[in-house]
């Protein structure tokens, strides 16, 4: 698998944007700023954007509570995203979403969803709707290690293998659900995809901090869905840098455990050994793209603080669709 130079800095542009976005947030947040949940997708981007760069915009995703993410490398607009975490009238959602609800149906991003394991039974729904227009189109689901326990998933997986429609199961394994070790609640901890094989779907699975690796991975799997093979799911081993939620103290971590993760399991860090040490990009090439990534976070913040709050006589606004 081979990447161009174009394919190569878009990629670490967008992971570096997660990266920057998520580190900014956990800044912001302290201000008070900011309203309601949030939790931060920092350390699991090679997961999202290696997955959703070989996505096109008709393909579907539904995301989990820890959305920001896969929002960005769905291609969500970041200066929207922004004001809708502020609670802005210019957000993506016009301010009613906040964190863990951001939706922009126009680039393929069905949704953040609140709920555990929410999200697969609408991905299923996506990749039928896919099916029956026959363009080859796919349905996404993004879940971690916790929704693996739920029964919407169980559910989800068996209904796409009985329908035999293009839906994809990425489980993200950043081995702790909520605040409860995956060794300790997932029964099937060392190989969740084994749940999916038990299914009858077929499996795949990868270092989740190695961008190329998921790559390659999900390049093997999309395939195989694309051709009309049926559902399919990878498992990715990665890390979460910060706590479930902000202001989680993480006391349930071991000790140096997040120091060690950081250092050893960086994506990004490893992304920039790949690619300077085969002399595809430069040092300098990359930090380019850092000024770039900052300078747009900057931007964002400061729109997003400059932009109006919602109307409240808009309230009841977007709650009933009209079908007329």
Not at 202 to 222: H, I, Q, S
């Amino acid at each position: 698998m081979q990447l161009n130079r174009d394919e190569l800095l878009g990629a670490y542009r967008r992971m570096k944007t997660i990266r920057e976005f998520e580190e900014r947030l956990h800044e912001e947040i302290k201000t008070g700023e900011i309203g309601g949940f949030t939790h931060l997708y920092a350390g699991q981007e090679a997961v999202a954007v290696g997955i959703c760069d070989q996505l096109t915009v008709d393909d579907k995703i539904v995301s989990t509570h820890r959305g920001h993410g896969h929002c960005i490398a769905k291609g969500c607009d970041v200066k929207g995203m922004m004001k809708e975490i502020y609670g802005r009238a210019g957000g993506l959602c016009k301010g009613r979403a906040g964190s863990m609800h951001i939706a922009d149906l126009d680039v393929g991003m069905l949704g953040a969803n609140g709920i555990v394991g929410g999200g697969a039974p609408q991905a299923v729904g996506a990749a039928i709707a896919a099916r029956i227009d026959g363009k080859g189109r796919v349905g996404v689901t993004f879940s971690g290690d916790g929704a693996c326990n739920q029964g919407t998933t169980f559910e989800a997986m068996n209904l796409a293998v009985v329908t035999k429609v293009p839906a994809i199961f990425v489980f993200e394994n950043n081995h702790y659900s909520e605040h409860t070790g995956d060794a300790y609640a997932v029964g099937t901890s060392k190989d969740i995809a084994s749940r999916a094989e038990g299914f009858g779907m077929k499996a795949w699975r990868a270092n989740g901090c190695d961008f190329f690796e998921t790559y390659a991975a999900f390049t093997e799997l999309l395939e195989y869905v694309r051709a009309g093979n049926g559902p399919a799911a990878i498992e990715l081993d990665t890390e979460r840098y910060y706590g479930h939620f902000e202001g989680d103290p993480q006391r349930y971590r071991g000790k140096g455990e997040l120091d060690r993760i950081r250092a050893e399991r960086d994506c990004l860090r490893a992304f920039r050994a790949r690619v300077t040490g085969a002399a595809l990009l430069t040092d300098e090439d990359l930090d380019a793209v850092d000024a770039e990534v900052l300078a747009l976070i900057e931007e964002a913040v400061a729109e997003a603080r400059a932009d109006e709050q919602p109307d409240p006589a808009t309230v009841a606004d977007d709650v009933y669709v009209e079908y007329y």
